[in-house]
């Protein structure tokens, strides 16, 4: 069995600070880019299915980079893939100050769509770092106590994405295009120094190298949740992507801040319920068959939340009310999902395989990712915000499809 550098438990508690600090902070302008580049954009006349191009690469490029990121912060620690990745994404945030709104549709598009790549590569980086890295800092056989710091990480980041696409839409109406981009840099390069300075050498570092073969050798469990995981994701940024946004900005009149805050607010909250998940849970002494029951209780109830949705707006009721009344209510069952999910691939990982399996697992979730966002902009120009909302149903139909396979009890690894 490989072997793996963990935490010594005394150093758990500054180590899980930094790397939640250094999650918090590319989160943040994580969000803030992604809210400033559809705004700013859109403003410039692209149509939601060019908008939906934009971000492409960065979905693509989270496919690979979760797999041979996994593979490579085995090899060379996490904390030199969570260092790589806050600072690619200042490059790319830096690079994105040379655009020019002169600049004609063909040479705009593949330049923003090129470095939204690199900061798709930064933010898979960062991220399969951070989580990663959860799995070795806490003792081992805590389930409970991983379910919680699981849920702290994941929430509280969602929240801080929510605040990122407040900044973003805020930044882009006080300052800017450029100058908000310059200001995110400077928060990052904080940062980065942080981490370079503070984060454990050697965190995450298989003393026995793992082959690239391994990285999609699989158990079936893993198998099924990043298969689950994939429709998942997709359903959410189907609709959340860039068909709810515009909605808000053509169907309702809202301006940049309003559309800005109300998916701040969004993301918040979802952030906050995620945060709470095992508190609201049952939990097993195992870790992993009440928890996997629980799973599949909860995708069934937010399987029939978007044709709640449609059916709302298609006999005539407001539909202000009816948006934010459904998205209130899809982002808290989402958010218990999403905990859920981002436990139990910890669950049912070993810890001398955690990165590379948590890197399948989330090249899955960019996959779907990638997929939502191709459908959003397309469903939305065909069909509008119903048609996005639809598509979202039948994406989480197959996500509790495929969650009615996974194993529960003790041997379910």
């Known amino acids: 069995m490989t072997q793996i550098n963990r935490i010594d438990h005394q150093k758990s508690l500054p180590q899980y600070a930094l790397v939640t600090a250094a999650y918090w902070g590319f989160t943040l302008t994580d969000g803030a880019l992604r809210m400033l580049v559809l705004l700013h954009f859109h403003t410039l006349g692209y149509t939601p299915l060019q908008l939906a191009s934009l971000f492409l690469l960065y979905e693509i490029f989270g496919i690979v980079t979760n797999i041979t990121g996994g593979w490579l912060g085995s090899r060379v620690g996490l904390n030199k893939t969570l260092i790589l990745g806050l600072g690619l994404q200042i490059v790319a945030l830096m690079a994105l100050t040379l655009l020019d709104d002169s600049w004609p549709l063909v040479t705009a598009v593949p330049f923003v769509v090129a470095v939204q790549g690199l900061s798709g590569i930064a933010k898979d980086l960062t991220k399969m770092s951070a989580k990663s890295a959860l799995k070795l800092i806490i003792p081992a056989d805590q389930n409970a106590t991983l379910f919680k710091w699981v849920a702290l990480l994941t929430g509280s980041k969602n929240t801080l994405k929510g605040v990122g696409f407040f900044l973003g839409g805020l930044l882009l109406s006080l300052l800017g295009f450029a100058p908000a981009l310059w200001t995110m840099v400077g928060l990052l390069i904080?940062?980065?120094?942080?981490?370079?300075?503070?984060?454990?050498?050697?965190?995450?570092?298989a003393q026995k190298k793992v082959t690239f073969r391994q990285l999609f050798s699989k158990s079936h469990a893993i198998n099924l949740l990043s298969t689950a995981r994939f429709f998942l994701f997709g359903a959410r940024d189907v609709w959340f992507v860039v068909g709810l946004p515009l909605f808000l900005y053509e169907g309702l009149g809202w301006d940049f801040a309003e559309v800005g805050g109300v998916m701040a607010l969004w993301v918040i909250g979802y952030g906050?319920?995620?945060?709470?998940?095992?508190?609201?849970?049952?939990?097993?002494?195992?870790?992993?068959?009440?928890?996997?029951?629980?799973?599949r209780l909860w995708v069934f109830l937010l399987t029939t939340l978007p044709f709640i949705i449609v059916a709302g707006l298609e006999t005539g009721m407001p539909p202000a009310l009816t948006i934010l009344t459904g998205l209130g209510l899809f982002g808290m069952v989402f958010a218990v999902n999403s905990a859920l999910h981002s436990y139990l691939i910890l669950a049912f990982t070993p810890s001398d395989h955690v990165a590379v399996n948590v890197g399948f697992y989330y090249s899955a979730n960019a996959g779907g990712r990638l997929l939502g966002t191709l459908l959003s902009g397309s469903l939305y120009q065909w069909g509008g915000l119903t048609a996005c909302?639809?598509?979202?149903?039948?994406?989480?139909?197959?996500?509790?499809?495929?969650?009615?396979?996974?194993?529960t009890g003790k041997h379910s690894q």
Do not use: Y
Not at 197 to 204: K, T
Not at 276 to 288: C, E, F, I, V, W
């Open 190 to 205: 904080i940062i980065l120094t942080a981490a370079m300075l503070f984060l454990s050498p050697d965190l995450g570092q």
């Open 272 to 295: 906050l319920v995620q945060s709470a998940a095992p508190l609201l849970l049952r939990k097993s002494a195992d870790g992993r068959s009440r928890e996997v029951i629980e799973n």
């Open 389 to 407: 909302l639809i598509g979202s149903g039948v994406m989480l139909t197959l996500a509790f499809f495929f969650s009615l396979g996974l194993p």
